[in-house]
């Protein structure tokens, strides 16, 4: 069992944050939590950037838009490759979404960059996109430099998980100068539209098992971030006034409800819920 100071999950999607929340390794939002990251070097290298370029406006191009299941604005950053997909609520303008956005991010760095450098050792956690090969070694070792020489007085170890058919359970393949590749089987989801969406019981499994991480955050730090939780909860659902927001909120959960028992009764394929896309709704 390995101990760390901090956990942080870079991708390739929101599934790994969610590992390491099951897992009781992670306690607060950071940056690439809810995004599509490309890898975890693009990953290391916005890091030593500062994030430079992270949430350019004019660097976003809209690439879909979901009026139910999570309803977003789906945003690719075309010059870093990073993709926002839980970001971006319908019920706001574009240049209020955007606003909020920028605030929201802008803490969440911060956060990341205070984590790290008050950190001794610090566990970094990936899963492969599924339709992406496996990372090389060497692609792996460079990120864990790139993070090092940002933060030249932190230890950084990279635990890289990839996809294998057949796997019951997570398999070390190799570990090598603070790297370790694991094998697993995530990608029951892969079917979706979304290919973000993954099975990560194995990745939690592996993760209870070998790694733990202690919560750095007072007591006034847990109250602060549940407030703010609740804060960007309640910008979630903004309507004009009181009634529209509460529309907003009951109406989608009935929906969710409402769709779930439509599964059920195998009149909806859970391969394709029920999600109205508009490609082509106007910026």
């Not at 290298?45 to 660097?59: I, P, T």
């Not at 309507?239 to 009764?265: C, D, S």
Request: with cysteine; hydrophobic share 40%.
């Amino acid at each position: 069992m390995k101990t760390y100071d901090f956990a942080f999950g870079c991708g390739f999607s929101c599934g790994v944050t969610q590992a390491l929340r099951t897992a009781n390794l992670q306690f607060a939002s950071l940056p690439f939590d809810w995004t599509a990251t490309p890898s975890v070097l693009k990953a290391a290298q916005m890091v030593a950037s500062g994030f430079d370029k992270w949430l350019e406006r004019g660097d976003l191009e809209l690439v879909d838009v979901r009026h139910s299941g999570i309803n977003k604005r789906i945003y690719f950053n075309r010059r870093t490759g990073f993709g926002f997909v839980h970001d971006f609520s319908l019920f706001m303008s574009e240049g209020e979404a955007f606003a909020f956005e920028s605030d929201k991010y802008a803490r969440r760095i911060a956060r990341l960059d205070k984590s790290l450098r008050a950190a001794k050792k610090v566990l970094v956690v990936a899963a492969e996109c599924p339709i992406l090969p496996r990372m090389t070694d060497a692609s792996l070792a460079e990120a864990r430099c790139v993070f090092g020489e940002k933060y030249p007085a932190t230890a950084f170890d990279i635990l890289y998980f990839y996809p294998e058919d057949g796997r019951t359970a997570a398999h070390v393949v190799s570990e090598n100068d603070g790297v370790t590749v694991v094998a697993c089987e995530y990608r029951k989801w892969l079917d979706r539209e979304l290919h973000h969406e993954i099975d990560n019981s194995q990745i939690v499994d592996f993760l209870k098992a070998n790694v733990t991480a202690v919560d750095p955050r007072s007591e006034e730090e847990k109250a602060k971030y549940e407030a703010d939780w609740k804060k960007q909860d309640a910008a979630r659902w903004k309507g004009r006034n009181f009634i529209e927001t509460f529309v907003n909120r009951t109406a989608f959960r009935r929906y969710r409800r409402l769709e779930k028992f439509l599964m059920k009764k195998g009149l909806v394929p859970p391969e394709r819920p029920l999600w109205f896309v508009t490609k082509d709704e106007p910026r």
